[in-house]
């Protein structure tokens, strides 16, 4: 079942991106804020597409002219934000949806999924809140923000679960010792094959201050035993409902 659903899900991922190009041809307005639901029984869809300085502006605006239809009627959705890599490396795509087994997404991706020629091919995995650390309000993702995205690739052998219980334990340091870490999240897959890890920044400058520290740079990070890092800073290009 997640076999499929993951590739239902890289496939489906360019409807959000066009719902994404639609919304963005309306007149601007302030976009509110969408919470990052913790309950067990909502699943997020992460969708990555590989870009470059040169593309990244095109894939997300490829689907300006398309028709197609808002998630906001079909079952299960509950919402979406798409974050855009400062370094122009990536667009991801993250949408919440209620309902372990994601019937409903499925359903709809099969039937509405267009073809959008995307250059690269994109990765899609299901995965679920475990554990949050934040210190005030609960994690939110609104237009503008800078937020970080990290995905640690499980390496051959290893158990997910053992690196989700590292990152818990990791989590309330870098709140303490970093001022402008305003909120994180470790979001492991359905598969196990990934941990996704998001946070919230104050600051670029924030963010690149803790990859200085011991135990959070690339020689001594502490997934290193576990897990191959891909990690950026990302802005909120989009939210939708």
């Given at each position: 079942m997640l076999r499929l659903l993951t590739r239902q899900l890289t496939r489906a991922a360019v409807v959000i991106l066009a719902v994404l190009s639609v919304?963005?041809?309306?007149?601007?307005?302030?976009q509110a804020a969408i919470?990052?639901?913790?309950t067990s029984d909502v699943v997020n869809v992460v969708t990555v597409y590989p870009t470059n300085s040169e593309t990244q502006s095109e894939i997300l605006s490829a689907v300006s002219q398309a028709e197609a239809s808002t998630f906001s009627d079909v079952p299960?959705?509950?919402?979406?934000?798409?974050?855009?890599?400062?370094?122009?490396?990536?667009?991801?795509?993250?949408?919440?949806?209620?309902?372990?087994d994601l019937t409903s997404f499925e359903s709809y991706a099969?039937?509405?999924?267009?073809?959008?020629?995307?250059?690269?091919?994109?990765?899609?995995?299901?995965?679920?809140?475990?554990?949050?650390?934040?210190?005030?309000?609960?994690?939110q993702f609104q237009q503008g923000d800078f937020v970080q995205f990290s995905q640690f690739k499980m390496k051959p052998g290893k158990?997910?679960?053992?690196?989700?219980?590292?990152?818990?334990?990791m989590m309330p340091g870098a709140l303490t010792m970093s001022t402008?870490?305003?909120?994180?999240?470790?979001?492991p897959s359905t598969d196990g094959s990934t941990i996704a890890l998001l946070a919230q920044w104050a600051s670029a400058e924030d963010f690149a201050a803790i990859a200085q520290?011991?135990?959070?740079?690339?020689?001594?990070g502490?997934?290193?035993?576990?897990?191959?890092?891909?990690?950026?800073l990302y802005d909120v290009a989009q939210v939708i409902r």
């Open positions: 919304l963005g041809g309306l007149p601007q307005t302030a919470s990052l639901d913790k299960g959705f509950q919402d979406s934000a798409i974050l855009k890599a400062q370094d122009k490396s990536q667009v991801i795509a993250l949408s919440q949806w209620s309902g372990k099969k039937e509405h999924v267009l073809s959008i020629p995307v250059g690269q091919s994109a990765q899609s995995f299901a995965c679920q809140v475990q554990h949050t650390e934040t210190k005030a309000g609960s994690p158990d997910q679960s053992e690196l989700a219980m590292v990152v818990s334990q402008g870490l305003q909120w994180a999240t470790m979001c520290r011991p135990g959070f740079d690339s020689e001594t502490y997934w290193q035993d576990y897990a191959n890092n891909e990690h950026g």
